[in-house]
């Protein structure tokens, strides 16, 4: 069964620079959302988007943005890198529109920042 | 605001049943999941319950809610190796957000 998609996998910036992490649902999911888990920690809600529109919004901070295409792909831009900002950023897409709550996640995009 | 909760590790042997449990404290949330996740991989949905139900039964695995107390319990039944993992459990609350808990590593010993 196809599964949700992130890329890259791994990803290396430096301090002040600007990333960005594309994530492709489970077809047939019109939502998305996106999680941050830093090292030792458990997951934490960023940003969602629902049929295109923004959804709910977490923890995400300001230099952080996210959008969902027309296509209900989904890119989350982060810029000023900070190195705090290393951690594993989840994606995970559901269909919420049939009524179906189940969140299934990416593999994860691995941050580092230096 | 919501909080989850877990003990942080759990040692079973291989064969033995395994109880992970969880307490949460928003009232409001309506879906209760429990995630697995292997070392340097993603997180891997087990199963949920609705917060209307009080258990749920998938092959090894059985989910127990005790609404009024906001506990929420795994049990897998003859663990295996191949489980040894961070289990977190989450609350889904009426945004659709998922709250996590901090996880809880199950090592199972052969």
């Known amino acids: 069964a196809a599964g949700v998609i992130q890329s890259p996998r791994h990803l290396i910036k430096e301090k002040r620079e600007t990333a960005t992490l594309k994530c492709y649902p489970i077809?047939?999911?019109?939502?998305v959302y996106w999680y941050q888990q830093g090292p030792g920690q458990d997951p934490q809600f960023l940003i969602s988007?629902?049929?295109?529109?923004?959804?709910d919004k977490g923890s995400i901070p300001d230099r952080f943005s996210a959008q969902q295409f027309s296509d209900y792909h989904s890119e989350l831009n982060m810029s000023s890198l900070e190195l705090g900002d290393s951690a594993l950023y989840f994606c995970?897409?559901?269909?919420?529109?049939?009524?179906?709550?189940?969140?299934?996640f990416g593999p994860g995009t691995r941050l580092t920042v230096t | 605001g919501e909080d989850v909760e877990q003990s942080l590790f759990l040692s079973v042997r291989e064969g033995d049943s395994s109880v992970i449990n969880c307490t949460y404290t928003?009232?409001?949330?309506?879906?209760l999941y429990w995630y697995k996740q292997e070392p340097g991989a993603g997180l891997q949905l087990l199963t949920y319950i609705f917060s209307n139900m009080d258990m749920k039964q998938d092959q090894r695995l059985t989910v127990l809610l005790n609404k009024k107390d906001k506990h929420l319990s795994l049990r897998i039944a003859d663990t295996q190796t191949g489980d040894s993992a961070i289990y977190f459990c989450a609350e889904m609350d009426a945004g659709n957000m998922l709250t996590f808990g901090g996880g809880t590593r199950l090592m199972v010993k052969p």
């Open positions: 077809p047939r999911h019109d939502t």
């Open positions: 995970a897409s559901s269909p919420r529109g049939q009524g179906d709550y189940e969140q299934y």
């Open positions: 988007f629902y049929e295109k529109m923004q959804s």
């Open positions: 928003d009232s409001s949330s309506t879906y």
